[in-house]
């Protein structure tokens, strides 16, 4: 970005998020409802992560730095943090009365706990704030015969086609290391939160935004129904490998390093055959030719790749306009210019851990983008703030709130 395009660029942002004057309920736990909130929290909503003061949030404990969750210093980042114990009567209260005045609920238990813990969809819409918008996030869905079977992401991933797709030819299905099934859901739950903000804007009527794991990933995974529906077929898992497409796989290089090709395009696919020395190649020289002969192909590109650093395959491909990237780990990530520019890794100031850095903010607005303004705080750190800012409580109520144990 040249001193003019930046210029114009600060000149046109705003400190306004586009959520700013939105409030959000966050009473999820682990990962797929704390992070539908966690993307509201980054482009301005005001967010209160409600925990249990007796059973915090699991995710508090993975990763863990001097008893400090890592993962949760992230995904709680932006979130004004309050204990409430919704088992006790007068916890429950105290939610209602926030959420009269809230936007947005979120939570991701199974079905049926909300309601046993007094809200309701009905109620909450009939009785208590009928604008809300209740973000809701279970393993199957809250209806259909599985709606009350538990769900992790793993489970989304089994359950969408997306495990009978990843692996090799001769193994077993594959999940992803991330919790990919989680993650999916959060985008689409937070897609789905926006949706209804602005249907309840309209027609000051709030509803549900029911999002399943597996759901999820199965919009993801666009062709896999009309092929079998069309075909018959299956599709088969082929490692890193695509059908009809050997010019898409991972090779090592010279030293250690992985460089992932992905050329989808004629265009491109052209270039890659060029760039490995196969144009012209009686057997290898077109994409058909080389997917009749993969293995031969596969082998010819390995060899290929073995004779060359990481760095300079990169270099070649992007010279010849083949398209195709080293595989990065968080080290090569944490360090990597592009990224630094486009501000995908940020540091704060953590008061439990120092300079803390984690992923920045997707997608990027032009005139009121999203910060990372501080990381996950403390269990109970904004109880006062909230208990008392907005609910005019004062200090003995709070002292008699954490004796009783509802806080």
């Known amino acids: 970005m040249n001193v003019a395009d930046m210029l114009i660029h600060k000149i046109d942002r705003t400190d306004l998020g586009p959520l700013t004057g939105v409030l959000v ?94 809200f309701a969809r009905d109620r909450l819409l009939a009785e208590v704030n009928e604008r809300l918008v209740i973000g809701r996030v279970s393993g199957w869905g809250q209806t259909g015969p599985f709606r009350t079977r538990r769900g992790y992401g793993r489970t989304g991933e089994a359950g969408s ?65 009309p092929v079998f529906d069309q075909t018959g077929r299956i599709l088969a898992r082929m490692g890193s490998e695509t059908p009809g497409m050997p010019t898409v796989n991972v090779y090592r290089t010279r030293d250690g390093g992985y460089f992932s090709v992905s050329n989808a395009t004629p265009r491109t696919q052209a270039a890659y055959i060029r760039l490995v020395g196969l144009e012209g190649d009686p057997d290898l020289g077109t994409v058909a030719d080389t997917d009749r002969n993969r293995e031969r192909f596969n082998a010819h590109v390995a060899a290929w790749m073995a004779e060359r650093t990481l760095a300079e395959v990169d270099q070649l491909f992007d010279e010849a306009g083949a398209v195709g990237t080293p595989v990065w780990d968080a080290a090569t990530i944490t360090r990597n210019e592009h990224l630094a520019e486009r501000e995908m890794v940020v540091s704060v100031d953590d008061p439990e851990l120092g300079p803390f850095r984690m992923t920045g903010v997707v997608p990027k607005l032009s005139r009121t983008p999203g910060e990372v303004r501080h990381a996950g705080r403390m269990p109970g750190d904004a109880n006062t703030q909230v208990l008392g800012g907005r609910l005019g409580l004062d200090q003995a109520d709070i002292d008699l709130l954490r004796n009783e144990g509802v806080i």
């Not at 999940?175 to 804007?201: K, N, Q």
């Not at 309209?202 to 896999?224: H, K, P, T």
């Open 161 to 225: 086609g997306f495990a009978q797709l990843n692996g090799t030819a001769e193994g077993p299905p594959s999940h992803s290391a991330a919790s990919l099934g989680d993650t999916a859901a959060a985008i689409w739950a937070a897609f789905g939160v926006m949706l209804a903000l602005r249907a309840s804007e309209r027609d000051g009527v709030g509803q549900v935004v029911d999002v399943a794991l597996n759901e999820a990933l199965m919009r993801m995974l666009e062709q896999q129904i």
């Open 25 to 118: 309920i966050d009473i999820g736990h682990i990962v797929a409802g704390p992070m539908v909130a966690s993307i509201l929290a980054d482009f301005g909503a005001t967010v209160i992560k409600v925990e249990n003061p007796a059973s915090l949030d699991p995710l508090r404990k993975v990763y863990p730095k001097n008893g400090v969750g890592l993962w949760a210093k992230s995904l709680d980042r932006n979130k004004l943090p309050i204990t409430l114990n919704l088992k006790s009567p007068r916890g429950c209260e105290l939610l209602e009365q926030v959420l009269a005045k809230a936007d947005v609920l979120l939570e991701n238990f199974r079905p049926g706990v909300l309601e046993r813990l007094g």
